[in-house]
């Protein structure tokens, strides 16, 4: 096999590129390949790039690893591109929740529609179709883009749609649901067969066997009942698998985001989420999690360099999509997995426009989806709400008209459930003033925002959420990591 080069845009993604390039590294035949890292971030880049030359020294690996601020360089001549960017940082997140929350908007996580999903689009498509332009020019010909960043269906819509780039999306919230599947049923592994459809983090199991034998919703249902833990922290997964027949693959918290009926009362809202976790519900729960994520490996650096002395285990590979792709590719081994792709008739009753998560398998030959599938009724109503904002929300994005961006955000199935249209259109002038720097296909809208801002009517207030936790200090986190060591020792 010829060797080849991988890019990583978005590498300072300290703890995501370690699991990308160590999973990759597990198989045989990618381990003499370049990474070429790229970030914004030196400080970032300098951090990953050290983790990753000391696991190819330790584990004395042929793989090189180069690192750069200078994108086209890091992409030139690459076999195949990864993204993991998240454009604005903290900074243009934490305005994605602060601000609807001001006009009632209650976001768990706020990355893949609602009114901070939508305005994450806007931020990253522009840089999206820049990092195509850039694989068009530069990459090794027929280079396929893997886009890892949310909005997952946006960015990859982007991509395939207006990039013009062989693009494929990828998530694991698919193989999570399975596993809490496979728990609560016993299946041990390789017992458990499924098939999840829909659209990325509105993926829904439609079809799910043990053994062979057909597992109906009232045995998941009952089994998901019976789990001491499940049956707290997915309150509101188990009533949509009640009410729609199928379970979902997102979990509590980005479930009820992508939903009208859950989260747009506060005293509602409370009953469906759990706070145990920040995935199950929590006001701005990803945002304090990256933040503190971020805050403790700024921290442990040195205890993370140390750790990537020690020889890695080739049999701890993940279950991330990217490696088995590739080696896929690469060696014609076999890979199934659920894919990110436009939809063209493989979904038969949703638009064939859209950007779907449904089964393909992989080979020499590519990426090849399994055609024919339909949804549930109103499992293929909830994905077409969506669909309909994401696409908006797309050309939104590319052509910079910000009205068509309101009625984005106006047809949101959450927002349309808690906001007038007068509230929406202040909202949005809002983010998008806050926000300017990162969205330069609406420089020519923020002077008439802020002037529309000047006069504004709409009455907001500071609210902090249905269920808000504070970011906690390093020694908070150490403490509960040490507890849960006891925990788990004795």
């Known amino acids: 096999m010829s060797r080849f080069k991988i890019a990583i845009i978005g590498a300072g993604s300290v703890g995501f590129t370690k699991k990308l390039f160590t999973d990759i590294l597990c198989v045989p035949e990618l381990r003499d390949i370049e990474f070429a890292l790229t970030d914004i971030s030196e400080h970032n880049l300098k951090m990953i790039e050290s983790i990753l030359l000391r696991i190819v020294k330790s584990s004395q690996l042929p793989a090189r690893v180069t690192a750069t601020t200078d994108r086209r360089k890091a992409i030139e001549g690459a076999r195949y591109i990864i993204s993991c960017v998240r454009v604005g940082g903290l900074a243009a997140y934490a305005d994605d929740i602060r601000i609807p929350l001001k006009y009632g908007v209650d976001q768990c996580v706020g990355d893949t529609i609602c009114a901070g999903g939508i305005l994450y689009g806007q931020r990253n498509i522009p840089v999206i179709l820049d990092f195509c332009k850039d694989i068009r020019e530069l990459a090794e010909p027929g280079a396929k883009f893997l886009n890892y960043a949310n909005p997952m269906a946006m960015n990859t819509w982007a991509a395939i749609e207006f990039g ?216 293929a109503a909830t994905c077409i709400s969506s669909i309909n904002v994401q696409r908006m929300s797309v050309h939104a994005a590319i052509s910079g008209d910000i009205d068509l961006l309101k009625l984005a955000v106006l047809h949101d199935p959450l927002v349309g459930a808690i906001c007038t249209p007068e509230e929406v259109w202040q909202m949005v002038d809002e983010m998008v003033v806050a926000q300017a720097q990162w969205l330069p296909q609406f420089a020519h809208a923020i002077d008439g925002a802020k002037e529309r801002l000047s006069r504004a009517t709409v009455k907001t207030r500071e609210w902090k959420g ?25």
């Open 466 to 490: 249905v269920a808000r936790r504070e970011v906690r200090s390093i020694e908070e986190i150490r403490a509960e990591k040490d507890a849960m060591k006891l925990r788990a020792a004795g």
């Open 164 to 379: 013009k780039v062989d693009t494929v999306g990828l998530c694991h919230g698919v193989q999570h649901g399975a596993e809490q599947i496979a728990e609560i049923l016993g299946a041990g592994e390789g017992e458990l067969d499924y098939v999840c459809s829909g659209i990325n983090h509105q993926t829904w199991f439609i079809d799910v066997r043990v053994k062979g034998r057909k597992i109906g919703r009232d045995e998941l249902v009952a089994a998901f009942e019976a789990h001491p833990v499940f049956s707290r922290q997915e309150k509101l997964r188990i009533d949509v698998l009640k009410r729609f027949g199928v379970y979902s693959t997102e979990s509590n918290g980005h479930l009820s985001e992508y939903l009208p009926w859950y989260r747009k009362r506060p005293e509602e809202t409370a009953k469906w989420i759990d706070m145990s976790d920040w995935i199950h519900g929590e006001t701005g729960g990803y945002l304090r999690y990256s933040t503190e994520t971020r805050n403790w490996f700024e921290t442990e650096f040195p205890q993370f360099l140390e750790d990537a002395g020690k020889p890695f285990d080739p049999g701890r590979r993940s279950n991330e999509h990217a490696s088995h792709i590739l080696e896929a590719l690469e060696t014609g081994r076999v890979y199934r997995g659920h894919f990110n792709v436009k939809n063209e008739g493989v979904i038969t009753n949703l638009p064939s426009d859209a950007i779907i998560e449904s089964p393909g398998f992989v080979d020499r030959f590519g990426i090849n989806m399994v055609a024919g599938i339909t949804l549930p009724e109103a499992c």
